[in-house]
């Protein structure tokens, strides 16, 4: 399976479905991260907050793609944040994956009340200047977060990760960011917290086109250039998440996939949600 890369405002490229880990560990997240790669996922998402870094290290090890052919993506914790303590936690992460530097690392949270995002980004700028990281980026963060960083350093991040399905477009936010070159990447892809796949304009438009709801989500996002990182412990569902390329959204189901969006209400609220 072959899964489209888009170009990054840094030059690289970045696949338009990886896997999310969020809620996988041990044996089972090393098994999830090897089918994966050998479905043909070339971007591996995770987190420190995931605790599963080691496994996803091990997965990646027990799989039999090059190190060079995969974008391993992790993130700086909130609890990290700082120059001094992000440049650690980049090595502690890296020692974790057992990789000699990372693909993809993201500030996890702006987390506004401890006033260290741009100490951070300062950080993430260094060690991609030092090699420890191909693509330094961010997650969570809304309009004013990333034009603080611009402000303070005049670098975007290449990449934002933003919780973003059809029931969460995040239309203004992510034109923002079309404007600046940065990538969206989406968590929470499916929407299925919010409902998303029990909705007759998704059963609909599933039906129209012999897809399950979770794909027809999926592909809303790709379509638009999004990328996505839907978590899945099933070789099957894996297969089937990244099985979006055969097949187009018209403009009657966009529009009516329009009509879907809960608005900016309904995200976490990264000026109030912090995660340590
Ligand atoms: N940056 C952030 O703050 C942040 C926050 C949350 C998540 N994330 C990242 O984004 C990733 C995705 O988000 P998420 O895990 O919250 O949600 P998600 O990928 O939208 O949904 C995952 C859930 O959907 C199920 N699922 C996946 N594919 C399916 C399919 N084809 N059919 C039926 N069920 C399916 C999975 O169960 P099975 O495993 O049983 O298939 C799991 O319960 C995370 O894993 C994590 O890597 C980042």
Known sequence: MDIPTVALGNGRSIPLVGLGTHNMMGRPCIGAVSSAIEAGYRLIDTAPRYCNELSVGMGVVKSTTRRDELIIQTKLSGGDQGFDEAINAAKESARRLGVGYIDVYLIHWPCPSLGRTVDSWKALLTLADEGYVRTPGVSNFKQHHLQMLYDETGCWPAINQIQCSPALPRTELREFMAARG??????????????????????????????????????????????VVPKSSHA?????????????????????????????????????????
């Open 182 to 227: 940065i990538h969206a990447q989406a968590w929470h892809p499916t929407g299925r917290k919010q409902g998303l796949l029990a909705d007759p304009v998704i059963l609909r438009i599933a039906r129209k086109y012999g897809k399950s709801p979770t794909q027809i989500a999926l592909r809303w996002a790709v379509q638009h250039g999004i990328g």
């Open 236 to 276: 099957g569902r894996q297969q089937e998440n990244a099985d979006l390329f055969d097949f187009e959204l018209d403009a009657t189901d966009l529009a009516d996939l329009a009509t879907l969006d809960q608005g900016e209400g309904a995200a976490k609220d990264s000026d109030v949600h912090e995660e340590f």
